[in-house]
């Protein structure tokens, strides 16, 4: 039934609105939709729709509007049309379209936008002032008037076409000549009331004072009534206090005659335990015959059972040698597992680490250098190397002998070991060369290492006159690179930091 209601709604708007008789809400319609077009905004080129909001009682206006926004575009831009309501707060609202129905929230309405470059239009509203587009219906004619004061002063931008449309402009000059004639009547009026608010301050005066005498007669009264109270609140307690006394009295015989009622309950709960004990007692002694009985049984069965274990005993110890035999066979194999794993073990490690600097070796850094690419190609985690060689390491092993030199390496082997992180990789290169593996680690981590480990390095004390340095060579892995390539950058980054004059960091 609704839907039918609707339908037959919609089909008389459209019908109203393409008749050939033109009604009042159909000339509202089409004079709004044509200020709209002869009005601009503010960065207009940055608003997506317009939205124009009614404020009207009038279901037939609102309905126009809303085929209005559904068949027509403006300025090549859709046109939203929100129906008015005051439970709702509303932003981005480019025009208002306010009829008499709605009037007495005009005012409320053009300060609430007043920061907004909004457009009101009113209908019949009679405060030119704040008027800024006003339809006016003269007998069966409908007219409007522009302030354009108003509207210049919300930034909107008026076309001269709106003044074609059959306007006519509001004379601000003699609305502000009005306000200043309301202004001075307003204020003699306001000075004659102050005279007479005069006048009536004396007169309150006495009537406050007479007010103040029957103030301090209502004290004294009240003061008499609060002691009476006192005293009937004394009494209302000492009744009180009976009450609670006989209702304790009254608590105290109930919880006897409970107490002797659960207690006429437990000597009928004893009465049946004793006659279940008895019942049970005599079960028990029947029991206790049946139990000899098969006690007697059971005597026969173990004497036979004492000559089966007797031939059992002698089969357990040969068993017991067997096992004993077998148990050090296990040891044996045992120990020598044991030692063949320790073995491997020892084998592994010469494998992998430097004999004298105790580091890992060439052998396996390259390897790791190889699963720390596949894990880049897999995860893209940065990792960086670092190529270090002692500096003038010849004239040290020249000038303090070879021994001085293999205890510089593992000085500063044991350096390096003890100062990266423990995810970091650190081997014996070749000679006085090493490399550390610092996976996730791009080449401002990498850098930070590097200055620290020459550093160290330069501080440390090896026992010789001559300070001992490193020069580093560091270059990062990327997706155009592969394991040559990155030890190339890193040598040749190793090459430019001993041309700048060693004990120097430089990166690829």
């Known amino acids: 039934m609704k839907i039918f209601v609707y ?58 509007f809303l085929m209005l926004a559904s068949r027509k575009q403006l300025k090549d831009k859709n046109l939203e049309v929100l129906i008015y309501d005051e439970t709702k707060k509303y932003k981005n609202i480019q025009a208002i379209y306010i009829d008499e129905s709605f009037i007495e929230i005009y005012e409320k309405l053009f300060f609430e936008y007043d920061k907004e470059n ?53 004379d601000v000059a003699n609305l502000y000549k009005t306000s200043q004639y309301a202004l001075k009547e307003q204020k003699d009026t306001i000075n004659s009331l102050n005279q007479k608010i005069e006048t009536k301050n004396l007169e309150l005066t006495s009537k406050i004072k007479a007010i103040e005498e029957q103030k301090n007669m209502i004290a004294n009264q009240t003061k008499n009534i609060k002691d009476y109270e006192n005293k009937l609140n004394i009494q209302t307690k000492s009744l009180e206090e009976q009450k609670r006394q006989l209702n304790e009295i009254y608590k105290n015989i109930e919880s006897q005659k409970e107490k002797l009622s659960n207690a006429i309950l437990e000597v009928k709960d004893k009465e049946n335990v004793v006659q279940e004990l008895i019942s049970l007692q005599q079960e028990k002694q029947q029991e206790f015959e049946n139990a000899k009985q098969t006690l007697e049984f059971l005597n026969s069965q173990i004497e036979e059972q004492k000559n089966n274990l007797l031939l059992k005993e002698v089969v357990i110890a040969d068993q017991k040698n067997i096992i004993a035999t077998l148990v050090v066979l296990f040891m044996i194999i045992v120990i020598l597992g ?24 060439r052998r396996f850094m390259l390897n790791k250098l190889e699963e720390e690419i596949s894990k880049y190609k897999r995860y893209k985690i940065p990792f960086s190397i670092l190529l270090i060689d002692i500096d003038f390491f010849k004239k040290i092993n020249d000038s303090y002998g070879h021994d001085k030199g293999d205890f510089v390496i593992k000085q500063i082997s044991n350096l390096m070991q003890n100062n990266i992180r423990n995810t970091d990789i650190c081997a014996r290169w070749g000679g006085e060369e090493f490399l550390i593996l610092a996976p996730n680690s791009d080449l401002k981590a990498a850098l930070t290492l590097a200055n620290n480990l020459k550093e160290l390095i330069e501080k440390t004390n090896f ?21 040559e390539n990155l030890l190339k950058l890193a040598d040749d980054a190793l090459y430019k930091a001993k041309e700048k004059g060693r004990n120097k960091i430089e990166f690829m």
């Open 118 to 170: 909004t457009l009101f239009i009113s209908d019949e509203y009679e405060d030119k002032k704040q008027v800024m587009i006003n339809l006016l219906k003269n007998d069966t004619k409908i007219n409007f008037e522009i302030n354009k004061a108003n509207i210049l002063n919300r930034s909107l931008e008026i076309s001269p076409n709106l003044i074609l449309l059959g306007g006519t402009e509001i």
């Open 463 to 483: 026992d010789i006159k001559d300070c001992v340095t490193v020069s580093i060579g560091i270059s990062t892995f990327n997706e155009n690179l592969n394991q």
């Open 338 to 361: 044991l030692n063949g794993i320790r073995q491997n073990r020892l084998l592994k490690n010469l494998s992998q680490t430097d004999s004298l600097s105790s580091l890992y070796n």
């Open 7 to 64: 339908i037959i709604t919609i089909f008389l708007i459209v019908n109203n609105l393409f008749s050939n008789e033109i009604k009042e809400e159909q000339v509202k319609v089409a004079y709004v939709y044509n200020f709209l077009k002869n009005i601009s905004w503010q960065n207009e080129q940055k608003i997506d729709k317009y939205r124009l909001m009614i404020v009207s009682k009038n279901d037939t206006l609102n309905n126009m």
